[in-house]
Nanobody, 117 residues
Framework: QVQLVESGGGLVQSGGSLRPSCAAS????????MGWYRQAPGKQRELVAT???????NYADSVKGRFTISNDNAKNTVYLQMNSLKPEDTAVYYC???????????WGQGTLVTVTS
């Protein structure tokens, strides 16, 4: 079984920064990609950013230029540097892992990010 442990969410003022992280442990096959998704109240879960084990990244248009995703393959950990935060970034942020030849998907429990104006 695979576990994803997220940390680093919290409360921040508009314009501030946060850097949540997500560490994967357990019976992990070869990691294809890790990433972050978010779900705001009353909205569907949406992609924030993903990064493959080779370092290829993908960002939602709404966060390009403000957020940076990175990983540490040796630690099976992914980070999300979030700068210039806006109130509309307020959401529960979920870590996502895809591993193995069939890209098995695992989700974290979520970490709350609240941005006040």
């Amino acid at each position: 079984q695979v576990q994803l442990v997220e940390s680093g969410g919290g409360l921040v003022q508009s314009g501030g920064s946060l850097r949540p992280s997500c560490a994967a442990s357990g019976s992990i096959f070869t990691i294809y990609a890790m990433g972050w998704y978010r779900q705001a109240p009353g909205k569907q879960r949406e992609l924030v950013a993903t990064i493959t084990s080779h370092g290829s990244t993908n960002y939602a248009d709404s966060v390009k230029g403000r957020f940076t995703i990175s990983n540490d393959n040796a630690k099976n950990t992914v980070y999300l540097q979030m700068n210039s935060l806006k109130p509309e970034d307020t959401a529960v942020y979920y870590c996502n892992l895809r591993h193995g030849s069939h890209h098995l998907e695992v989700w974290g429990q979520g970490t709350l990010v609240t941005v006040t104006s």
